[in-house]
């Protein structure tokens, strides 16, 4: 007996709730099938009571019709999202989410969108998304509602303000909110405590929105707008400085990279060696070919690709200059106009080389997801494949220094190219310490390479591009000075990236370039000079 | 003074070479539009052009041996000048197109209109006178080399400093031609030329008269490069070559005279450009290129610095090889200048003429001892040889 009445409450509840929960479905899709019949004008109308029922499927929905994928059935008007498949539509329900068949187009009619429907599906849809459960969506919701401030998504987002627990999403809310505050007929004492939190962290996208509350301001907001932009205008000035300084770092680590092999050959052995930019590339290509077999044989390893290709680089371009030094340049020593016109001639040679085998076109080499992606700094994005070469090149810089001040074979280096004839009386092997000079200088520059695959496009032309850039660092930055060539790297680098806003990339260049051109004329000899006799030798 | 600078110029192997520029500058012409096509001795007027082509590349490796091979001064820019002189005569082509171009704009070249520029810039103005631009022609690479050069040579910028200056100059103007605001047809250059001085470009005659103007613009520049090689002048250029700072202290102005060297060379250069620009049909910023300039470089060393007809050869044999090379093994050029490169600086320093030269001179004061030996009142010296 319990247990029938039980069955009979139960299916009466049944009955009862039923119902219910068909009858919000069956209104749903009533207001999903309006659509179909509205006019163009009415549909704000419509979007609104969709976006007002809150229901999870809403969102769905709202994204097909301001995407255009929402199509109405001819025959009996019924709404549905569609996908395109083939010639036909694939259709699905749009309440269920589940597929209803496929028909001709033919048979169904678009429902028609213009910009201001698309604005209304895209507040509504900030203002549904704004609640949602993943953390992402809702940060995305609430930067869109910044980006386009409504005053009738007020509410919405101070709702959501209420429930919202996460920082990052309150400080945008929290802007957004005040963006929307200027605009609304609030009290003047909550539009001033608007003001100050959007001065406080507004950024680039306060700006818009308080020149926009300027026009419209009442007495006593506007000396407190005005004083938000000033104060906003100044801090991006100085991130734009900081962000330029940093462009500027990473260009001159590109070129200290680039020049630091030839600060060796060029500053320290006095060779002009017109083939440094093609040591550079077969760096690159080096690591193209590490990362090929690596990618078809080991794949677990190719995160540690860049590490294998870095001694692999050293030893192949190192054998290389090594094989150049004793096959050409050794004949040439004293002439140094030759040098250069030998030297040209094998980057020529070279360059024909690896085009001859991996053809012209460029070579992809990946980044390992160490190197990938960005980070904010304040208002700065930092990438991390830039951050990391800049790491490099200082290290680099650091390893060559202590080679040549603190090892034996750098002192050998040293005293050879400061007085040769002595060096070699007191028994230093002077063409033996020349070869591993250059061999060095070489395989820097291969290391370099491995670096700039990082950055650059590796083809066959990769070295020309830095050529006469590191030529200009090297000899701005002073002869036979690696000191001089650090600096010489990262001042040029700022410089350009300073030049660059306002002169454009290219005239940037040209102007380095002239006053480079200018500086030699007040200091011959580079920044740093050498001095001494060795001078003039 | 003049009868004596151009007694001075004419020793007897310039002589002899500019005879033969003369002659040729009358065969040529003549054999290409005087004989029928299929005549054994006719010359098709493509080989005119690519060989006045290769007499304009002459006249700039002339240029750059007088100041590399006589004055030490290695530029790597020189194919800038060229450029310049070539952008100067392109400017006049351009203008003489008129309401040809594609858009029939009779005072706007093509570009412009297509980059909707309404009017002229001034930097165009003067060039529909052929007087102006032949004038520009001279001046500009003149005047460019002047400022450079008392700039460089001012702050004792020398040896391979001033190379790699002479290639960063290049450079940058290679990079500010690229720009199309820079009013000078940006990427494409200037082309699609119609007439010079009323007579189509691509006639025969056009061709021919143009072979002879190349030639005869080679034996004048050779005449006047031997004149001042061969002065007092000279004499001091190849000392400061030979030791800068011992020149120095006897007394003499040398940036003042490398500075005149510089100058001139690029004035060479420019009408060497000018020359080339109708021959080929189109100026572009790749002129400017630096691997141009070095290229000209190995065209002297080929032939020899440091002597008025090794760069001429040079030029020619370098430039003859280049076009069979690519037309036969296109992917091996590069292989062949880059080898050509290492072998000349190797094994023949002195370039093909100065190494003749070098021989004939042993093999005459070889003769001439020989000679010592039997009469013993002989006295007849050896011809001086060239500077190396």
């Excluded at chain 1, 000899?475 to 030049?499: E, R």
């Excluded at chain 2, 190494?355 to 002989?378: G, I, M, N």
Aim: glycine share 10%.
């Amino acid at each position: 007996m319990y247990r029938i009445i039980q069955t009979v409450l139960a299916m009466l509840f049944l009955f009862a709730a039923m119902p219910q929960g068909l009858r919000a479905a069956e209104g749903l899709r009533n207001l999903v099938n309006a659509l179909g019949e509205a006019k163009l004008s009415a549909m704000d109308e419509h979007i609104a009571a969709l976006a007002k029922t809150g229901e999870p499927e809403v969102v769905a929905i709202l994204d097909a019709l301001g995407a255009g994928n929402l199509y109405a059935r001819k025959t009996d008007g019924q709404v549905f999202l569609t996908k395109e498949s083939g010639s036909n539509l694939a259709l699905i329900d749009p309440i269920s989410g589940e597929s209803a068949g496929e028909t001709p187009k033919a048979a169904m009619s678009k429902i028609k969108v213009n910009n201001s429907v698309r604005r209304a599906v895209r507040a509504a849809l900030g203002g549904l998304t704004l609640l949602s459960p993943d953390r992402a969506q809702r940060l995305k919701a609430a930067q869109s509602v910044l980006q386009t401030p409504d005053v009738d998504a007020l509410d919405a987002v101070e709702n959501a303000l209420v429930a919202e627990k996460d920082e990052a999403v309150r400080t945008v809310l929290e802007q957004a909110r005040a963006a929307m505050l200027l605009a609304s007929d609030r009290p003047i004492e909550e539009k001033k405590e608007a003001v100050r939190l959007l001065r406080e962290n507004g950024g680039r996208e306060a700006l818009p929105v308080l020149s926009a509350a300027l026009g419209s301001a009442e007495n006593g907001l506007e000396q407190d707008i005005e004083a938000a932009i000033a104060s906003i205008e100044q801090a991006q000035e100085f991130w734009n400085a900081g962000q330029n300084v940093w462009y500027g770092l990473s260009l001159g680590s590109v070129l200290l990279l680039a020049a630091i092999g030839l600060a060796i050959t060029f500053g320290v052995m006095g060779i002009i060696n017109m083939a440094h930019g093609e040591m550079v590339m077969l760096g690159a290509y080096t690591t193209f070919l590490v990362q090929d077999v690596v990618r078809t044989s080991f794949p677990h390893l190719f995160e540690w690709s860049l590490a294998i290709a870095l001694p692999l680089a050293f030893l192949f371009t190192g054998t290389v200059g090594l094989v150049l030094e004793r096959g050409v340049i050794r004949f040439l020593y004293g002439r140094p106009l030759e040098t250069l016109l030998a030297t040209w001639g094998i980057s020529l040679i070279l360059q024909q080389s690896v085009r001859t085998i991996f053809g012209p076109t460029n070579r992809e080499v990946g980044n390992p997801f160490w190197m990938s992606g960005a980070f904010e700094l304040g208002g700065l994005t930092i990438t991390w494949n830039r951050l990391w070469i800049i790491v490099f090149a200082l290290a680099v810089f650091a390893a060559l220094l202590f080679l040549l001040k603190k090892t034996p074979m750098g002192l050998q280096m040293r005293a050879v190219t400061q007085n040769r004839r002595m060096a070699s009386s007191m028994g230093i092997r002077t063409p033996l310490v020349d070869a591993l000079t250059f061999a060095l200088g070489s395989g820097i520059a291969g290391i370099a390479g491995v670096a700039l695959s990082q950055i650059d496009n590796v083809s066959p032309n990769l070295g020309q591009g830095y050529i006469i850039d590191s030529f200009m660092v090297v000899v701005f930055g002073g002869v036979g000075n690696l000191w001089g060539t650090l600096v010489g790297a990262f001042s040029l680098g700022i410089l350009n990236k300073f030049l660059e806003p306002y002169a454009g990339a290219v005239l940037g260049k040209i102007l380095v370039l002239v006053l480079i051109i200018l500086f030699i004329q007040k200091r011959p000899r580079g920044l740093f000079a050498l001095k001494g006799r060795a001078v003039e030798a | 003074m003049i009868t004596s600078f151009l007694v001075k110029s004419l020793d007897r192997t310039i002589a002899v070479a500019v005879a033969i520029l003369l002659l040729l500058a009358v065969i040529v012409p003549a054999l290409n539009l005087l004989t029928a096509p299929d005549h054994p001795l006719h010359v098709p007027t493509y080989m005119v052009s690519l060989f006045g082509k290769y007499l304009t590349y002459a006249l700039l490796a002339l240029a750059l041996d007088l100041v590399w091979g006589f004055c030490g001064i290695l530029s790597l820019g020189h194919a800038a000048f060229f450029a310049l002189g070539g952008y100067a005569m392109g400017m006049y082509l351009m203008r003489q197109i008129g309401a040809r171009g594609s858009y029939g704009n009779p005072l706007l070249p093509d570009f412009m209109v297509f980059l909707n520029w309404k009017e002229l810039p001034w930097f165009w103005y003067g060039f529909d006178m052929f007087w102006f631009a032949a004038l520009m022609v001279i001046l500009v690479p003149g005047l460019v080399a002047f400022v450079f050069g008392w700039f460089a040579f001012r702050s004792r910028v020398n040896g391979v400093y001033l190379s790699i200056i002479t290639q960063a100059m290049t450079y940058a103007l290679l990079l500010a031609f690229f720009r199309n605001d820079m009013g000078f047809g940006g990427n494409n250059g200037l082309t699609d030329f119609k007439d010079i001085l009323g007579f189509n470009i691509q006639a025969d005659g056009t061709r021919a008269a143009l072979f002879a103007a190349s030639a005869l613009a080679l034996a004048g520049s050779l005449v006047v490069t031997s004149g001042i090689v061969g002065s007092k002048f000279g004499k001091v250029l190849v000392a400061l070559r030979d030791a800068e700072s011992r020149t120095r202290f006897l007394g003499y102005r040398v940036e003042h005279m490398k500075l005149f060297a510089f100058t001139v060379s690029a004035m060479m250069a420019g009408i060497a450009g000018a020359l080339y620009v109708p021959q080929v049909g189109i100026i572009n910023p790749g002129e400017f290129a630096p691997a141009n300039s070095i290229e000209v470089v190995i065209w002297t060393a080929v032939g020899g610095r440091g002597t008025l007809i090794g760069p001429i050869v040079g030029a020619i044999l370098v430039n003859g090889g280049k076009s069979i090379f690519t037309a036969a093994f296109p992917e091996f050029w590069l292989f062949a200048l880059g080898g050509l490169f290492v072998l000349v600086t190797l094994f023949l320093p002195k370039g093909v003429v100065g190494t003749a030269q070098h021989h004939l001179a042993r093999r005459r004061q070889a003769r001439a001892a020989a000679r010592k030996e039997d009469e013993q009142t002989d006295l007849e010296d050896a011809k001086p040889m060239a500077a190396e």
